[in-house]
């Protein structure tokens, strides 16, 4: 990496800037974000649907920006090195897809090889027309596929190929046979969990999926994937102090949501690049205990305070690489069941089981954990993004200690001694042929590598396993619902059961009275005429009493008593009691010189 302390360029800002004689755009599109009327500016164009990029050079003590500058433009300070004042660069990219020249220049200057170049170039994936309004949103850049013919079938169907029954020209066919239309933008939109780290000699780079939750918009994909915007994100490190971002379109195509709609939902996709614009300007500041939870610092600014006297300028490219990836706001809206409310889900569904347990609650409770699955995977696939790069922080570490230069051969080898040369010469050659390659990537500051770690936790801790206990929950309540449909059938059994019972009982009640019924009805003689109606009443209420009596001695002693879930015989019930009252007279001392 070229020392820009050493070089001949003028050394502030605006010096630096004006020597761009040739290109305009650079000489008055940079102005100083530490002054609060640029600040504002480019804070709300940062918000703008018409803002495609902006490169920001900062260091301790200066911060300038510019938006919307063209491929020249950016192949200009690309190629003239930064003055000693600017420490980093950030060249953030929205709607990479009309912009493919510009990545191109950037990705070509820094060695990336053409096959991430070409994936970071892929037209993005359209969304469904039930996402879109009926009028194409003039504020959204214009994708270049929407000016292609329609799309081939995607890989939902490979096997059957219906694409290729009305394609008649041979190239066209060897077109949509190849993978069938697939490209690297339906994988990410497939994969949800699909990540990728490479490293060069002068990059690193990450590739993940980011999820936004909008309330505001109907962001719904379907019963299998959780809700909100996937946005695929390129995240590039670069030996010289330049970190790139780029993130897909959220509404590629002609159509899109109206303007006051797109406002809200590009605040929310948004929001951690602006948290970390005004880090970065000294206008900001946390006005309360609340706002120090997202501030974030990536240069000291004015005042002593000891925890901006740590930042140092040579960490601004590694801090601004950890917080572009670390979205702390979205990560806090797991654990805390505000946007990604699974947890509320679970407690809701719990209680309709307890109220009405039915089968129809097990389907949702399926696609609740297929969600849970997806959001899973897409954490996983951070872990392994931060585990491979703390792995390469290892190897590099371990590299410069292991590096010693080599040691010199003349004192080794005398005038009466040439075999010893010829020998040695072989040796160093074998030696030489053995060396291994340089390990490639970039270093990361000591203070990156720190919250690198300390976020991995983070994830493993809370997020993870926020969501593992999400899916335990949700195979117990599934258990749970079928016990509860269980216990609803038994109890409904039981109930029959009971009325079955209750029948019968009636039934033998009134057995003993039809046949008394049937005695006094009988033409015998001495029984006709005989008995008034006071003795057949009188003989009506003792036979019933004593059927009662009968039918609750029998419940008793056999265990059907109604009104009860369990039920206790007689017996068993007056030898309980019997048992406890001796065993209370024994627990009580008899005291001497009291009389019984």
Same mark, same amino acid.
């Given at each position: 990496?070229?020392?820009?302390?050493?070089?001949?360029?003028?050394?502030t800002?605006?010096?630096?800037?004006?020597?761009?004689?040739?290109?305009?755009?650079?000489?008055n599109?940079?102005?100083?974000?530490?002054?609060?009327?640029?600040?504002?500016?480019?804070?709300?164009?940062?918000?703008?649907?018409?803002?495609?990029?902006?490169?920001l050079?900062?260091?301790?003590?200066?911060?300038?920006?510019?938006?919307?500058?063209?491929?020249?433009?950016i192949?200009?300070?690309?190629?003239?090195?930064?003055?000693?004042?600017?420490?980093?660069?950030?060249?953030?990219?929205?709607?990479?897809?009309?912009?493919?020249?510009?990545?191109?220049?950037?990705?070509?200057?820094?060695?990336?090889?053409?096959?991430?170049?070409?994936m970071?170039?892929?037209d993005?994936?359209e969304?469904?027309?039930?996402?879109t309004t009926?009028?194409?949103?003039?504020?959204?850049?214009?994708?270049?596929?929407?000016?292609?013919?329609?799309?081939?079938?995607? &890989?939902?169907?490979?096997?059957?190929?219906?694409?290729?029954?009305?394609?008649?020209?041979?190239?066209?066919?060897?077109?949509?046979?190849?993978?069938?239309?697939?490209?690297?933008a339906?994988?990410?939109?497939?994969?949800?969990?699909?990540?990728?780290?490479?490293?060069?000699?002068?990059?690193t780079?990450?590739?993940?999926?980011?999820?936004?939750?909008?309330?505001?918009?109907?962001?719904t994909?379907?019963?299998?994937?959780?809700?909100?915007?996937?946005?695929?994100?390129?995240?590039?490190?670069?030996?010289?102090?330049?970190?790139?971002?780029?993130?897909?379109?959220?509404?590629?195509?002609?159509?899109?949501?109206?303007?006051?709609?797109?406002?809200?939902?590009?605040?929310?996709?948004?929001?951690?690049?602006?948290?970390?614009?005004?880090?970065?300007?000294?206008?900001?500041?946390?006005?309360?205990e609340s706002?120090?939870?997202?501030?974030?610092?990536?240069?000291?600014?004015?005042?002593?305070?000891?925890?901006?006297?740590?930042?140092?300028?040579?960490?601004?490219?590694?801090?601004?690489?950890?917080?572009?990836?670390?979205d702390?706001?979205?990560?806090?809206?797991?654990?805390?069941?505000r946007?990604?409310?699974?947890?509320?889900?679970?407690?809701?569904?719990?209680?309709? &089981?307890?109220?009405?347990?039915?089968?129809?609650?097990?389907?949702?409770?399926?696609?609740?954990?297929?969600?849970?699955?997806?959001?899973?995977?897409?954490?996983?696939?951070?872990?392994?993004?931060?585990?491979?790069?703390?792995?390469?922080?290892?190897?590099?570490?371990?590299?410069?200690?292991?590096?010693?230069?080599?040691?010199?051969?003349?004192h080794?080898?005398?005038?009466?001694?040439?075999?010893?040369?010829?020998?040695?010469t072989?040796?160093?050659?074998?030696?030489?042929?053995?060396?291994?390659?340089?390990?490639?990537?970039?270093?990361?500051?000591?203070?990156a590598?720190?919250?690198?770690?300390?976020?991995?936790?983070?994830?493993?801790?809370?997020?993870?396993?926020?969501?593992?206990?999400?899916?335990?929950?949700?195979?117990?309540?599934?258990?749970?619902?079928?016990?509860?449909?269980?216990?609803?059938?038994?109890?409904?059994?039981?109930k029959?059961?009971?009325?079955?019972?209750?029948?019968?009982?009636?039934?033998?009640?009134?057995?003993?009275v039809?046949?008394?019924?049937?005695?006094?009805?009988?033409?015998?003689?001495?029984?006709?005429?005989?008995?008034?109606?006071?003795?057949?009443?009188?003989?009506?209420?003792?036979?019933?009493?004593?059927?009662?009596?009968?039918?609750?001695?029998?419940?008793?002693?056999?265990?059907?008593?109604?009104?009860?879930?369990?039920?206790?015989?007689?017996?068993r019930?007056?030898?309980?009691?019997?048992?406890?009252?001796?065993?209370?007279?024994?627990?009580?001392?008899?005291?001497?010189?009291?009389?019984?």
């Open positions: 990496m070229t020392d820009s302390s050493q070089l001949p360029y003028p050394q800002p605006h010096d630096y800037y004006s020597s761009f004689t040739g290109c305009p755009t650079i000489q599109g940079f102005h100083d974000i530490d002054d609060e009327t640029h600040f504002r500016i480019y804070l709300g164009q940062l918000q703008s649907s018409q803002t495609q990029n902006f490169i050079d900062f260091g301790n003590d200066d911060a300038w920006c510019a938006v919307n500058l063209n491929k020249n433009d192949a200009l300070l690309l190629r003239k090195p930064k003055p000693k004042c600017f420490g980093t660069r950030w060249i953030n990219i929205w709607n990479p897809e009309v912009q493919k020249e510009s990545i191109k220049a950037i990705t070509g200057h820094y060695g990336v090889s053409e096959r991430l170049q070409g970071m170039c892929t993005p994936v969304r469904q027309k039930k996402e009926s009028q194409p949103s003039e504020n959204l850049p214009k994708s270049p596929s929407t000016n292609r013919l329609p799309h081939v079938s995607r &890989m939902d169907d490979l096997e059957e190929a219906p694409g290729l029954k009305d394609v008649m020209d041979p190239e066209k066919i060897q077109t949509v046979a190849s993978f069938r239309g697939l490209t690297f339906h994988v990410v939109n497939q994969i949800w969990h699909f990540c990728s780290v490479d490293h060069g000699q002068r990059y780079c990450v590739g993940y999926n980011s999820l936004y939750v909008l309330s505001n918009y109907d962001s994909n379907g019963k299998g994937l959780p809700d909100g915007r996937r946005l695929w994100s390129w995240l590039i490190l670069c030996d010289d102090g330049t970190v790139v971002s780029i993130q897909e379109n959220p509404f590629p195509g002609l159509y899109g949501p109206p303007p006051k709609e797109l406002k809200s939902v590009l605040g929310v996709i948004r929001r951690n690049v602006q948290f970390i614009f005004s880090g970065v300007s000294k206008q900001h500041s946390a006005a309360s706002d120090s939870l997202v501030t974030i610092r990536v240069r000291p600014s004015h005042g002593s305070d000891p925890d901006q006297a740590s930042i140092k300028q040579e960490d601004g490219p590694s801090l601004l690489f950890y917080y572009i990836f670390d702390w706001i979205s990560t806090y809206a797991l654990v805390a069941k946007e990604h409310a699974y947890g509320v889900e679970l407690d809701e569904l719990r209680e309709r &089981m307890l109220k009405r347990p039915d089968v129809d609650l097990v389907n949702e409770l399926h696609w609740l954990g297929r969600r849970l699955a997806v959001l899973k995977r897409l954490y996983q696939s951070y872990e392994l993004i931060m585990m491979r790069i703390l792995q390469r922080q290892r190897l590099l570490r371990d590299e410069n200690r292991s590096h010693r230069p080599p040691l010199p051969i003349t080794m080898v005398g005038d009466h001694d040439m075999v010893d040369l010829r020998q040695l072989l040796q160093s050659s074998l030696s030489l042929s053995s060396i291994p390659d340089t390990p490639v990537g970039v270093h990361l500051s000591s203070s590598v720190a919250r690198f770690e300390r976020l991995l936790d983070r994830i493993k801790l809370y997020c993870l396993s926020e969501i593992d206990t999400c899916l335990t929950e949700k195979e117990s309540l599934t258990f749970l619902n079928f016990n509860l449909i269980a216990l609803k059938d038994s109890q409904a059994v039981e029959l059961t009971r009325i079955t019972v209750l029948l019968a009982k009636v039934t033998i009640l009134f057995l003993p039809s046949l008394m019924t049937g005695y006094f009805s009988t033409e015998l003689k001495g029984v006709k005429h005989v008995y008034t109606t006071v003795e057949y009443w009188a003989s009506f209420g003792v036979i019933m009493f004593l059927s009662i009596v009968m039918l609750t001695l029998f419940g008793y002693l056999s265990d059907t008593i109604e009104g009860k879930t369990i039920y206790q015989s007689l017996s019930t007056f030898f309980r009691s019997s048992r406890e009252r001796l065993s209370h007279r024994k627990e009580i001392p008899e005291h001497p010189g009291v009389r019984s």
